[in-house]
């Protein structure tokens, strides 16, 4: 009776599943603080903090600063500049469903598993629905989920919206992300995030918007494949010697 050798031909083929793993980076965000912290919170940057991208309003909504940090705050690791950014300008009752809000660009380029967080503060008579949108070609956008912000004067942290499965969402240059306010479902009217309250337009304020994604791995090349065959073949052929010499 002979002892079987323990081969190791499981080693390279591990290895190059391994090298295709990679954890997700983070596109590009936004956290709308000054680039150059000044201490006040009504100043801030609507440029991305990481990466690059572009940061619009839709519909009539218009855009300023305000704190980050006040009713409960957002997720902002920032402690003395923690600033938003404040959307007011939203659509008159039972107007404008799904046309005012925000809307961000971003390239996907070199990415896939593609996905997308963000903080949101409502105030008492703002949209309580928002839905949120994406494109990839810049200028037709699709519904990805709709989220309920039932509480005023408060902060909603860590939206996330998983958009991997999506064809056309990875490696994309004309990628773009929409938030907008949004009847009620089954309904043509705006309620009201308050529970207690009216809609009457109010204001949104965003925080920590961030576009996540894991780096496309590269297809190796015809030689990288040669040498891991020809490694395999070497491995295979001391086990052989090794069963042999023990038989």
Known sequence: ????PVLSLLILPALVAGAGAARADVITQWNFNSVVADGSTSTGSSDPSTGGGAALTL????????????????SDPATSDDTGWQTTGYAAQGLGDGQFGVQFNVS????????????????????????????????????A?????????????????DLSGIAG?????????????AFAPGS????????????????????????????IAPV????????????????????????????
């Open 145 to 161: 989920a709709i989220f309920s912000g039932a509480a005023g004067d408060t902060w909603f942290n860590s939206r996330s919206v």
């Open 188 to 215: 043509s009217l705006y309620e009201a995030s308050s529970p207690t309250g009216s809609y009457a337009g109010g204001t949104w304020r965003f925080d920590m918007v961030t576009v996540s994604g894991t780096p």
């Open 108 to 143: 996907t380029v070199g990415h896939e598993a593609v996905s997308f967080s963000y903080d949101l503060r409502h105030s008492n008579t703002s949209a309580r629905h928002e839905r949120v949108q994406y494109s990839i070609d810049g200028l037709n956008f699709v519904d």
């Open 1 to 4: 009776m002979f002892k079987k």
């Open 169 to 181: 969402v990875a490696d994309n240059a004309s990628f773009a992300l929409r938030v907008v306010a």
């Open 59 to 74: 519909g009539g909504v218009t855009a300023a600063f305000a704190s980050g940090a006040a009713n409960g705050g957002s």
């Open 220 to 247: 190796p090349e015809p030689e990288t494949w040669a040498m891991m065959l020809a490694g395999l073949a070497a491995l295979g052929s001391v086990g052989r010697r090794r069963l042999f010499s023990q038989g």
